[in-house]
């Protein structure tokens, strides 16, 4: 009897350290880990099966981008969000139009759905060739695709059913905008005599704004590349659209 | 007899291998063992010789150390996210153990260039007397392609960085001082049994583990 109390208890406390590591998973596993046991479609036939390669290097890396990056640059001049209730883009002091800058460029190197996910910058040997042959995020909307439709991973993408037609790569009009300046100017612009719709996340928050003055919006104001224990990739919860709830007064 | 000796003679070269030693490896650049390297001397045999002499060894670098450090500084690496040294401060530069890995690995220095010849006078080299290619860390970028050496970690930690804390970590990771050197990550005299220990590596590269080993990711 009193064996069988150890027994249980043993079986609890595996159980409660188990989600204790669940609740602290970082990369490995997720759908970010491109290893053969990473938890997407997508993967790096490397026996190694090292995780970080795919976008980060000790050697030899982007002598342009950071931190120790291992990726090539996506090539796409991208299609920005626009509308007219939407001032940030009257900010950006890009020519060609507001294009994704800073850490969101990062992420399109592979979220923009054409940049081969193994076009790395240093591997050990030689490439990595992909599981399949499916280099490309943008292989969920090829026809034939064995990745069931819906909404993918490819940002670049027209959805289906959003009015758009036909295989795009460079489509960020239906995503939410980054890389534009979000400070008291772009509030007070977005009130427009009214009370503000909008607010700065408070020091310490998990949405973080970036770039050199710290204001910039960008992919990772709202996703945690690293983490995917909010599920997304979020850096926080949504639930009750919290997330949402942390810029926007609605 | 002499199936008895080649015996033994395989058996050792096996527990060699195994052991994970200098012999052989491309650290190896000796006339005899390392003649398969790309870098190696046709003239002096002895292996531990490139890097340590047991006499008239340098009087600051040890162990019994027998090369000179490079006389240039370098191009380090820096990122608005790491927090390894005062921002508003200089630099630091590469120093301690990091750079007599650059003695050889710097792109410039001599391989050949020793305190301590010993009787075979310089070593001849075939394959070229400096490193190039990607043994080269110090490439046209310098070390700003490259992960940051001679910071330390204990600092990065109070900073806020994503990093496992000192206490945990193996032995072979944070050199003295709470520093990240090269040898951090790299073993200088096994140059791993298998590829995922490869190249010099002090953990293995199978799921990132080395990496992972300081890195909370």
Not at chain 1, 52 to 75: M, V
Not at chain 1, 227 to 242: C, I, P, Q, R, T
Request: charged share 10%.
């Amino acid at each position: 009897m009193k064996r069988q109390h150890i027994g249980l208890i043993l079986i609890v406390l595996t159980l409660w350290l188990c989600s204790i590591m669940a609740a602290n998973a970082q990369i490995v596993g997720t759908k970010h880990d491109l290893s053969l046991s990473g938890g997407g479609n997508w993967q790096g036939n490397d026996p190694t099966g090292e995780v970080c390669i795919y976008c980060h290097t000790p050697h030899a890396a982007s002598t342009s981008q950071k931190p120790l990056w291992n990726r090539a640059t996506t090539t796409q001049t991208f299609i920005p969000y626009t509308s007219l209730t939407f001032n940030g883009i009257n900010h950006s002091a890009d020519p060609i139009g507001h294009q994704p800058m800073g850490e969101s460029k990062l992420c399109l190197s592979c979220h923009d759905g054409i940049t081969a996910l193994n076009a790395l910058l240093h591997t050990y040997g030689s490439p990595i060739p992909m599981v399949g042959g499916y280099d490309q995020l943008g292989d969920v909307y090829y026809p034939g695709s064995p990745f069931s439709s819906g909404m993918g991973p490819n940002i670049g993408e027209n959805f289906p059913g959003s009015g758009g037609t036909g295989y795009t790569v460079n489509n960020l009009a239906n995503d939410h905008p980054v890389s534009f300046a979000f400070n008291q100017t772009l509030i007070t612009e977005d009130a427009n005599g009214g009370a503000p719709q909008l607010r700065l996340p408070a020091t310490g928050n998990a949405v973080k704004l970036y770039g050199a003055n710290h204001d910039q919006v960008e992919c990772s104001s709202c996703h945690d590349v690293h983490s995917d224990v909010n599920g997304k990739f979020l850096v926080m919860s949504n639930s009750g659209s919290a997330l949402c709830l942390t810029c926007h007064i609605k | 007899m002499k199936s008895t000796c080649t015996l033994i003679f395989s058996l050792l070269l096996i527990a060699g291998a195994a052991f994970g030693q200098i012999t052989g490896t491309p650290h190896d650049l000796s006339s005899v063992t390392g003649d398969s390297n790309t870098y190696h001397s046709t003239n002096q045999d002895q292996i531990c010789i490139f890097c340590h002499t047991p006499h008239a060894a340098s009087a600051t670098n040890t162990p019994l150390w027998n090369r000179n450090d490079p006389a240039n500084t370098f191009q380090v690496y820096s990122s608005p996210t790491m927090h390894a040294f005062d921002p508003n401060g200089p630099i630091p530069n590469v120093s301690g153990t990091s750079l007599m890995c650059l003695s050889c690995h710097d792109g410039v220095t001599a391989l050949n260039s020793l305190i301590y010849n010993g009787s075979h006078g310089v070593p001849q080299m075939t394959g070229g007397n400096v490193i190039t290619g990607s043994a080269n860390l110090n490439d046209a970028s310098g070390l700003t392609n490259d992960h940051p050496v001679s910071i330390n970690y204990a600092t990065a930690l109070a900073n806020g960085s994503a990093l496992h804390a000192t206490g945990t970590l193996p032995n072979w990771a944070l050199k003295a001082g709470n520093r990240i050197e090269c040898t951090s990550c790299h073993n200088v005299h096994s140059f791993g049994a298998t590829a995922d220990m490869q190249p010099f590596l002090n953990a293995s590269r199978t799921g990132s583990a080395l990496c992972l080993t300081c890195h909370i990711k």
